[in-house]
């Protein structure tokens, strides 16, 4: 267990909907980042925050859009969902911002769209 | 473009044997690589990580390798156990000064009894 905890497990959706994913990060890290992983993309970085601010950006699309509140909890919100955007959505966080931080990974979100 | 490559999809080795994956990265930049395990189900598990000023980490039964000449990264498991199986995937932090990491494409460890 990493301590990071991801809610809900899985998610079965309709195309044009938008979901919520949730992510606690492991207690003291201040940093969190979400990566999507397919089948044919392989683990990709989406974004990440660090105390509540957008740090980086990776490939992501417009349709998504995330924040960390106070608590650093974070949420991934996806829109306009596609059939495309079936994954598996992971969230890592990490003690501080640094390129060099090791980060702990949750158990998943599988978003399937139907 | 960037890019984290895995030589070999699929390493079938017997329990007992030491198993070695490979990778090949391609930014000269990174400074920082990762291996992680990933089970059935699960999320990526850290297992070691290396800084670009070392060549070589040790941990519990493994054993991380760093090349930068060549750009290469290798992860040796020693006296592979069934509990091993899983996907391995390295990962490097690019040229960003940010904790984006570039993963690569993963190689199946399948260890038989």
């Known amino acids: 267990d990493s301590g990071v905890t991801q809610t809900p497990k899985h998610l079965i959706t309709a195309t044009g909907q938008r979901v919520t994913l949730r992510c606690s990060p492991r207690?003291?890290?201040?940093?969190v980042y979400w990566y999507q992983q397919s089948l044919d993309q392989g683990l990709q970085f989406l974004i990440q925050y660090y105390n509540g601010e957008e740090r980086a950006k990776g490939n992501i699309l417009e349709r998504f859009s995330a924040q960390q509140f106070p608590d650093l909890h974070s949420e991934l919100n996806l829109s306009s969902l596609e059939l495309g955007d079936s994954a598996l959505y992971f969230c890592?966080?990490?003690?501080?911002?640094?390129?060099?931080?090791?980060?702990?990974f949750g158990p998943g979100t599988r978003l399937t769209v139907l | 473009g960037e890019s984290v490559g895995l030589h070999l999809p699929t390493l079938s080795v017997q329990e007992g044997d030491n198993s070695i994956i490979n990778c090949a990265y391609s930014?000269?930049?990174?400074?920082?690589f990762i291996w992680y395990k990933q089970e059935s189900g699960k999320g990526p598990q850290f297992i070691i990580d290396i800084r670009s000023n070392m060549d070589k980490r040790q941990g519990q039964r493994v054993t991380v390798l760093l090349n930068k000449t060549v750009k290469h990264l290798s992860l040796q498991i020693a006296a592979t156990q069934p509990g091993d199986s899983a996907v391995y995937f390295c990962a490097e932090n690019g040229s960003s000064n940010t904790g984006k990491l570039i993963f690569g494409q993963g190689t199946t460890l399948q260890v038989k009894p």
């Open positions: 207690s003291g890290d201040l940093s």
């Open positions: 890592a966080s990490s003690g501080q911002a640094a390129s060099t931080d090791t980060q702990y």
């Open positions: 930014n000269s930049a990174s400074d920082y």
